[in-house]
């Protein structure tokens, strides 16, 4: 028992210290190990596995609103980056730059692209000619470089994976339309798949995407109270189309500028899921993006017909669509119940002598330990029901944990008592003056993370910092 019980305390209490519990998390359930490249890591097949089940199903949802995947190259022309003013100045100072190709200096300095928007502008300008052409939905699944000062894993590296989406639209309705169903997409992934309930709305001027005309985020809370923007879309007006000449001739045969949006997605999702969802014992995963769905582990697996009784259910199990897997290592049970509970794996399933009499299983849920002793015959159909429960059950915890710290704040002291003494969102009205945001800032490193969609009340008449009057609910927060 006490190497079981050590696998365990390896992991520092999430109350203890929450940032040195998530390390702990993410190295001891092998989602990730540090490289010997400063500020990136190496995913592992566990974390890469969540990877792979997120892209799949966001993909399918993008292919669902006629979206195309397309790849473009990973570098960008000194030249090209330039082209838009606000663009540019707005990564400048996170960017990568290859100067040589082996010994020789190239004649122009390449960007390691942070983000692709130049890149499609140069592709599309050449591509659109006529109305017919439009609209253009694309897609792109890649890796990006941003040269971050501070890192942690999957919520900040100096590389990680996304989607990235681009399009062109004839209108400017068009382009606000795509911008919003694309936020709308992302909000049901999290909310459907991850089990994250999360704020819609849209970002102040102060914070919106550089280059943007708006940017609209989805903002989820995390265990610790500090929010983690957790997608963003962007409107891009034409803006972008005017920097590059990308222009159309309308149905009167006269040139129009096309109209432009972006969005996107990352692997940040997994810190997510891990900080919203995990506990002490470790990871605890959506049923729906778990890699393992159900691990069948055998008691007193030495006594005749226990490891065949155990092969059985998890070739049923996979029969009926879960994802299962046999934990047939020569490891004792307790250290096979740490190690299930440390990778998150939603269920687990124990049989052994007794339960081969009595026609029987355990299911064991990971995110509440409750246990149900369920006959053979209908083990594939309870499996199924039950995460289906440990789904919902999950969203409806992180939703009233969510609901449970948001604060509301009619004054600055107010907003500075639940900004200093209480973790969560604060609703407050704001002015509109960057002053205001700069200020809070810069007193509390707090930020407006967005101006919500589905929360239009007006708690007060003036702004939470100045004073002045203020017609707009903000909710501001920490944030990763």
Known sequence: MAKEKKLVEAITSMEEDFAQWYTDVVKKAELIDYSSVKGCMIIKPDGYAIWENIQAELDRRFKETGVENVYMPMFIPESLLNKEKDHVEGFAPEVAWV????????????????????????????????????????????????????????????EFLWQEGHTAHATAKEAEERTIQMLRVYADFCEEELAIPVVRGKKTEKEKFAGAEATYTIEALMHDGKALQ????????????????????????????????????????????????????????????????AMVIPIQQHKEGVLEKAAELKEHLQAAGVRARMDDSEKSPGWKFSEQEMRGIPIRIEIGPKDMEAGQCVLVRRDTREKTVVALSELEEKAKELLARIQTDMFERARKHRDAHIFDAHNYEEFTEAVTKKQGFIRG?????????????????????????????????VCVCCGKPAHRLVYWGKAY
């Open 230 to 293: 957790s997608g963003t879309s962007h409107n891009f007006g034409d803006g972008f189309a005017k920097a590059f000449g990308i222009q159309y001739t309308d149905k009167d045969n006269q040139l129009q500028y096309v109209h432009q949006t972006s969005w996107g997605m990352t692997t940040r999702l997994i810190g997510a899921v891990i900080m919203v969802h995990g506990d002490d014992s470790g990871l605890s995963l959506p049923p729906r993006i778990a890699p393992t769905q």
């Open 429 to 461: 009205m704001w002015c509109g003056e960057q002053t205001c945001e700069d200020k809070i800032k810069e007193d509390f490193a707090a930020t407006a993370r967005c101006l919500p969609f589905d929360d239009q009340e007006n708690i007060s008449s």
């Open 99 to 158: 100067t040589h190709g082996g010994s020789s200096p190239l004649q122009e300095r390449l960007c390691v692209r942070p983000t692709s928007e130049t890149l499609f502008c140069d592709f599309y300008k050449n591509l659109i000619q006529s109305y017919r052409d439009l609209p253009k939905l694309y897609n792109q699944w890649c890796s990006v470089v941003r040269w971050e000062k501070e890192t942690r894993p999957f919520l900040r590296s100096r």
